[in-house]
């Protein structure tokens, strides 16, 4: 299209190839030109406005931008912070004994545990989420089931084993567990 004549306006240009203009597309393209350079606006909605994100010179680059910056369940960077007082004392105990040993403790059952330096709480990045039997059969080829008993057969505490599979269900990426934060209704307090 480059060199192509066209009408534009401060909005978008025309580019007829000799067809005929609607006189109202006409009247509201008050310029004319050639076609010098396409660039492909990229725009994205939230909470129900457009934004302007960026131009980029090709369809493909516009497409994988698009492709980066969205995901499949349609959701990122998605954090809990939760009260440890949703952990029995069990829990807690296997957090702190995991994480002490290690920086940054990967288990290998689609969650890693960290410490978090300047609180009192233990990080926790869950992997594959959501964790439905149709994600992880996709991802890891088994239902969720199968990786709740590796989790159970791994010594992971029940309880701790059932905030992470809520979590996950809610695409949960990053679950703080700090003595200090909200205790969430409807979820299951122990005392301590």
């Known amino acids: 299209m480059q060199l192509f004549p066209c009408l534009f306006n401060d909005e ?4 007829s190839e000799g067809q005929s ?3 109202e597309l006409d009247k509201r393209c ?40 969205s ?34 403790r990967q288990t290998g059952l689609l969650f890693e545990l960290f410490t978090l330096p300047d609180c009192c709480g233990i990080g926790c990045k869950l992997i ?17 089931s199968s990786l709740r008993q590796e989790q159970l057969d791994a010594g992971t505490p029940e309880a701790l084993v059932n905030v992470l ?4 269900l809610a695409d949960v990426r990053l679950l703080i567990f700090d003595p200090d934060a909200a205790v969430l209704d409807g979820l299951a307090i122990f005392d301590e």
């Not at 909605?45 to 516009?62: I, P, T």
């Not at 952990?87 to 296997?94: K, N, T």
């Open 71 to 104: 995901f499949e369940t349609g959701h990122y960077s998605r954090a809990w912070e939760i009260s440890t007082a949703h952990l029995p004392e069990e829990s807690m105990l296997y957090l702190e004994e995991w994480v002490s040993h290690f920086a940054l």
């Open 21 to 23: 203009i609607p006189d």
């Open 30 to 69: 008050q310029s004319t030109g050639l076609v010098r350079q396409i660039i492909y606006a990229v725009m994205g909605e939230m909470l129900n406005e457009r934004h302007y994100l960026g131009d980029l010179y090709s369809l493909e680059e516009a497409q994988a931008m698009a492709h980066r910056l």
């Open 128 to 144: 594959g989420t959501p964790w439905t039997d149709e994600n992880l059969l996709n991802i890891e080829g088994n239902r969720y």
């Open 12 to 15: 978008f240009a025309l580019i």
């Open 165 to 168: 599979y809520l979590a996950a």
